[in-house]
């Protein structure tokens, strides 16, 4: 019988979509697109690198393929002392962020700053190199942030950047540890407005997810915010046993247990037994034991190393 | 069933491919809300069951979401439409053969996509969680075979008009495809930041709005007027409801992300369409609820209309909530909470569970030409379901309101966690009532087509019911 009589309707049909795509995808695309980025949405591209969710570089989502967050407290090049910097680390082969890799990402004058002061388009995948984040000051006083490739406009090389560096931060692999452990199912990376800023600390503003992939903002708040956690708990003891058994630090916390993500051997390469601990921290519960069992120290290479190293750098 | 697989078209027999998904979904039913009674289980009690990391709540959380999503309420979409879309044309399915290959299609592809996600390969999009090469599978393998289907056999068609029923299915499928293409565009094309957010969220909106929602309401306005004998009330509210949804449903996507840094005429408009979709809400609810007219002793007297009333009467606090929920005000103190844990369930184990639960037990004892086995356990299963289910939607209800509060109020984060626990555990009795009772949903089905009595020749189910 055809659609013979439902003509008009079925042109109205593809009418009504067809508009209400353009006012929900292409005009907020549009106006989202044109933002510039924040400082933060720099610092961001350059810890987490290309994609945190599956992609080629990370299929198993195991936090391969990102680049290395270093802090400096001395001059890689010269040895002479400065003021404590982050700088960021791509090793030969790690995919860059979508802002190196694409025009349209920074916006207009964070692009033109990173490509003509920062030498940014000097750097490619093969090769690698050293960035950092720098801040240009006009004539009026504003400050425009912009990827620096200090690789070419400082002669920071990969290998010096690394043996100069103060502390490693693998918070890129950690950010896919997040992703892929699912604690966004409960932790938000997105305070609200008014009384969430006394608590959780500023919410983030337009510019501050340029590049980043997936942004993780979660739905679900079953347990607080963790947008700006790193500033609230710096302690990384802290994190190691309320990661290991959350009811070690806090009874009534129904997080679960991340004590597999230490991996089979611990920092001094012994076992981990887990069902020993278990049975030592069930004497604990009990009463049997006057103090809980140790927590073990994570081996430097252990996924919970990267985790904890994104939490932390949740500033 | 997948005998038919190669066999010629003429051979299979009609209602093979509805069959194949009907059991499926019931199959993917008890599946997902034993994953979600697990998961309630570990909020409740964390430490229970630590050993299997397998089963860590962080990976299983998506798991449930999809086994219920596309095995138990698509799937039951799917095998109500390919036995309704018929029924309604006066003709045959369009092919037989290919809905038999969706179907197993189907399963592989979300046993496949399943685990995937199990073992942590994810996207990190919530309801896109899928990985793209999973989401291309999807789309060419599952949805689009099922649109092709479906829309054929409306094409082909004996009948004069199309009815109500017939203009969701072929237009909600339709907009299935492009929602899904569209909304995991992020994932094909790498697409990042607030774009990337958005999107997501574009998608989890209209995969609901433009699928769930208005295919659920699709099966009501066929059992409905099946059932009773009544003719729909009015096919003029039916185009009201129709049009409504596709204007004023596929736009608000951004009220998910009220707190989030959106350009603020994105997050106003979306929240005036969010309102706005009270239109087809009470359309439809009345369109309904009206045909009912002269006909109510049948809501307690008859199972599928038992099944099918409730979840439209389900749809009223439904909407009612997410017409307002979402406004700035109220969004503020709700959001993120376990109010829309509630409300969410409301959607999906309320009005559309019921809904389809009511098509998969008429079409399948059509289909089979057989009685259903046993009224008793059908009645026991209603009870189960919407027991569960209330003590669920409950418990989470109340939940949330104490994290509203304790958000508004900064009360300290483990407070709020103490404060819920018992609703926690309600939670988690509520989901395993679910669960429970979908095995003896699964066990009366497969009853049914075991020993179930033989249909008359000329007799349709719902008139021989009480007919022992």
Redesign the interface.
Same mark, same amino acid.
């Given at each position: 019988m055809g659609f013979r009589e439902y003509r008009i309707g079925s042109i109205m049909f593809g009418v009504a979509l067809s508009a209400s795509m353009v006012i929900t995808i292409y005009m907020p695309g549009l106006d989202i697109s044109s933002v510039s980025s924040t400082e933060t949405a720099l610092e961001k591209q350059l810890t987490y690198g290309n994609n945190s969710g599956f992609d080629y570089g990370d299929m198993f989502l195991h936090g391969d393929d990102k680049p290395i967050k270093v802090i400096l407290k001395k001059n890689p090049k010269t040895g002479a002392e400065m003021d404590e910097m982050a700088a960021y680390v791509f090793e030969p082969g790690t995919s860059f962020p979508s802002g190196l890799k694409h025009d349209n990402i920074l916006g207009e004058d964070v692009q033109a700053l990173s490509v003509d002061v920062g030498k940014m388009k000097d750097a490619n995948v093969k090769d690698g190199g050293v960035f950092v984040v720098s801040t240009s000051v006009n004539a009026k006083g504003v400050e425009t942030p912009y990827i620096e490739f200090a690789t070419t406009t400082r002669g920071w090389t990969i290998a010096a950047t690394l043996a100069a560096a103060d502390q490693t931060i693998l918070a890129g692999s950690g950010k896919t540890m997040f992703v892929r452990e699912g604690c966004w199912w409960c932790h938000t990376l997105l305070p609200e407005q008014t009384q969430d800023w006394q608590s959780f600390g500023r919410p983030p503003v337009l510019g501050d997810f340029n590049g980043e992939s997936p942004t993780t903002f979660g739905s679900d708040r079953k347990a607080p915010d963790l947008l700006h956690v790193g500033s609230r708990n710096s302690s990384r003891e802290w994190q190691m046993m309320h990661f290991f058994n959350p009811r070690l630090v806090q009874p009534y916390s129904i997080m679960p247990r991340y004590d597999y993500l230490w991996g089979p051997k611990d920092a001094a390469g012994n076992d981990i037994d887990l069902n020993k601990w278990d049975e030592e921290f069930e004497a604990y519960r009990v009463g049997d034991r006057v103090y809980p069992p140790d927590v073990p120290e994570y081996a430097a290479d252990s996924e919970i190393r990267y985790l904890i190293d994104f939490v932390l750098n949740l500033k | 069933m997948l005998k038919y697989l190669f066999a010629k078209e003429k051979d299979i027999p009609g209602g093979t491919a509805a069959m194949f998904f009907g059991f499926s979904c019931i199959m993917w039913f008890i599946i997902g809300t034993g994953i979600g009674s697990f998961n309630a289980a570990?909020? !409740?009690f964390?430490?229970w069951f630590? &050993?299997l990391?397998a089963l860590? *709540?962080? &990976?299983m959380?998506?798991v449930h979401v999809h086994a219920v999503i596309f095995g138990w309420i698509v799937g039951a979409f799917a095998a109500s439409a390919l036995y309704i879309v018929p029924a309604l044309g006066n003709t045959k399915l369009w092919s037989e053969k290919l809905g038999v290959w969706n179907a197993l299609l189907w399963n592989l592809g979300l046993m496949l996509g399943l685990s995937t996600l199990w *073992?942590?390969?994810?996207?990190?999009?919530?309801y896109s969680d899928f990985?793209?090469p999973i989401d291309l599978y999807i789309a060419f393998f599952m949805v689009i075979p099922l649109f092709v289907n479906i829309f054929m056999s409306i094409?082909?068609?004996?009948?004069?008009?199309?009815y109500t029923t017939n203009w969701f299915f072929a237009?909600s499928f339709f907009?299935l495809i492009?929602v899904f293409l569209?909304g995991n565009l992020?994932?094909f094309f790498?697409?990042?930041?607030?774009?990337? !957010?958005?999107?997501?969220w574009?998608f989890a909106h209209n995969v609901l709005g433009l699928l769930i929602t208005p295919v659920a309401a699709a099966i009501t306005y066929y059992i409905v007027p099946k059932v009773t004998g009544n003719p729909l009330y009015s096919h003029r509210v039916g185009h009201l409801h129709f049009?409504s949804i %596709? $204007?004023f449903y596929?736009?608000p !996507? !951004?009220h998910?992300?009220m707190?989030?840094?959106?350009?603020e005429w994105?997050k106003s *408009?979306?929240s005036v369409e969010g309102v706005l979709i009270l239109v087809p809400a009470v359309a439809y609810v009345c369109n309904i609820l009206l045909t009912m007219q002269g006909r109510w002793s049948m809501f307690v007297e008859n199972v599928e209309i038992k099944y099918t009333i409730t979840g439209v009467l389900l749809a009223i606090p439904l909407n009612m909530q997410g017409g307002f929920q979402q406004t700035r005000a109220i969004n503020?103190y709700v &959001?993120?909470?376990?109010w829309? $844990?509630a409300h969410a369930h409301l959607a999906l184990l309320g009005f559309s569970t019921f809904a389809e639960a009511a098509a998969v037990y008429y079409g399948m004892q059509t289909i089979l030409r057989r009685k259903l086995y046993s009224l008793s356990l059908a009645n026991f299963h209603f009870w189960m379901l919407l027991i569960g289910f209330s003590l669920y939607w409950v418990s989470m209800t109340i939940a949330g309101l104490i994290?509203g509060a304790a958000?508004?109020?900064?009360v300290p984060?483990?407070d709020v %966690?103490?404060a819920e626990?018992p609703y926690?555990i309600v939670r988690w009795i509520g989901g395993t009532m679910v669960f429970l009772g979908n095995f003896v949903w699964l066990y009366n089905m497969y009853m049914t087509a075991k020993v179930g009595e033989k249909l008359e020749d000329g007799v349709l189910p719902h008139e021989v019911a009480y007919v022992r």
């Open positions: - | 570990k909020l !409740a964390p430490d630590t &050993h990391y860590q *709540f962080g &990976h959380r998506q *073992f942590g390969m994810t996207s990190g999009r919530e990985i793209w094409l082909h068609r004996r009948t004069q008009g199309i237009g907009m492009i569209i992020p994932e790498h697409l990042t930041g607030l774009n990337e !957010a958005y999107m997501t574009w049009w %596709v $204007v596929s736009t !996507a !951004a998910h992300l707190s989030s840094p959106l350009p994105l *408009f979306a503020w &959001h993120g909470t376990g829309i $844990v994290q958000k508004i109020y900064e984060y483990l %966690v103490i626990h926690m």
